[in-house]
């Protein structure tokens, strides 16, 4: 097996005698430690002895979701209070107890599930400035978790999470009662949105990572509210989009990635036919400049294919591209000039027939595009 393109080498154990009694016995004491917990919840001896017990069970298999659930009933039917300094320690204790879970099981669920359900807890136990602190604390983690690994979906979502949550009116400062004299703000002080940075932040993922599909899928949900945001004009908005397709054509040193080319085709879904006016659109208005632009990228994917004749995703693009130009002109301009229909139908035909032989587990979608899109496009 092989995990965003890294292979899982794993090789086999061979026990001892005495690594098997050890093992035994480990698995001996950690029945016996989840038959003592799982007793004191049945009698709601709901005490930081009983959370204890939870913690050490957790240390061990972390996946035991259950008594996830425990912990939660344990902190609010026993242990959280109104005294704000000692909830306030409680949520960071234990935000502090899942960190090192984190490092060592990045991928799961219900440690990611747990620390958010802690936040919110903040959020409806705590004064809104105490809050926001953690939320910001996590912040800084999820940076740290997303440097040791970029491509970790569980931290990228819980990124967008703790964003969402400090541009909430919630935990907007504004609305803070008045802080003791030279007292700071923290990172975002106003409250106000954090699109900008957070668009910078996927570059700097994006230059790290040619491959972190995270965050260019990131970077794609974030410009139509950043152009939005910006008050962008339509020479904005053409500006902008040549320079992030510069961006991609840069990362495309590497053609048979991917992630490169769903973000390629991102982009190219705001300038093909029919495009779209809404809230998300990115692109301008100008059909002239989408006809122009979507042959410039068509005449970038035929000098790429100069060199890689094998990749797939390329001769796909050119494919789709094409009768999507064709479509929306009549008649087809190629780098060296006016192509009549029938010699692009040639080449179209010409194209699939490359995809059905490197792509032949989908046969029946190239045979398809050929039959279909061919007919609506001539």
């Not at 029945?31 to 709601?44: C, M, P």
């Not at 979502?157 to 935990?171: C, F, I, T």
């Not at 965050?215 to 939005?228: D, E, G, M």
């Not at 982009?267 to 400049?289: C, V």
Request: charge should be negative.
């Amino acid at each position: 097996m092989a995990s965003h393109g890294l292979p899982r080498i794993s090789k086999p154990k061979i026990k001892t005698e005495e690594a098997r009694i050890k093992e035994l016995t480990k698995i001996k004491n950690y029945r016996e430690l989840v038959d003592t917990a799982q007793a004191k919840i049945q009698k709601q001896e709901y005490s930081t002895e009983t959370l204890g017990l939870t913690s050490k069970i957790l240390t061990q298999n972390p996946e035991y979701y259950t008594i996830w659930n425990h912990r939660r009933r344990i902190l609010r039917g026993g242990l959280f209070t109104e005294d704000i300094d000692s909830t306030r320690n409680l949520i960071s204790n234990d935000l502090r107890f899942l960190v090192p879970l984190l490092r060592e099981f990045p991928k799961c669920y219900w440690i990611w599930n747990y620390r958010t359900w802690l936040l919110q807890e903040s959020n409806d136990r705590l004064p809104a400035r105490v809050a926001r602190a953690f939320w910001l604390e996590e912040l800084g983690l999820v940076s740290k978790m997303l440097t040791l690994d970029s491509r970790n979906f569980h931290g990228w979502g819980y990124r967008r999470l703790v964003v969402s949550q400090l541009e909430s009116p919630a935990l907007n400062p504004a609305s803070f009662e008045p802080q003791e004299e030279g007292t700071e703000g923290g990172e975002n002080p106003e409250g106000a949105s954090m699109t900008e940075e957070e668009f910078a932040y996927t570059r700097k993922m994006i230059v790290t990572d040619l491959s972190n599909f995270s965050a260019w899928h990131r970077r794609s949900k974030l410009i139509p509210r950043l152009l939005t945001e910006r008050d962008a004009s339509e020479e904005t908005r053409q500006s902008f989009l040549n320079d992030e397709f510069r961006l991609i054509q840069e990362a495309l040193i590497d053609p048979y990635d991917q992630s490169l080319w769903f973000y390629h085709k991102f982009l190219m879904s705001n300038i093909l036919p029919p495009t779209s006016t809404g809230p998300t659109a990115i692109a301008p208005t100008s059909t002239s400049y989408h006809r122009v632009k979507l042959q410039q990228e068509i005449d970038n994917i035929r000098e790429l294919l100069d060199d890689t004749e094998d990749c797939k995703w390329a001769w796909e693009a050119l494919v789709v591209y094409t009768m999507a130009l064709q479509s929306s002109q009549g008649e087809g301009t190629g780098s060296g000039g006016k192509s009549s229909h029938g010699e692009i139908e040639r080449e179209l035909r010409g194209w699939i027939e490359n995809l059905k032989r490197l792509d032949p587990m989908r046969i029946g979608r190239w045979e398809d595009l050929s039959a279909q899109g061919l007919r609506s496009t001539f």
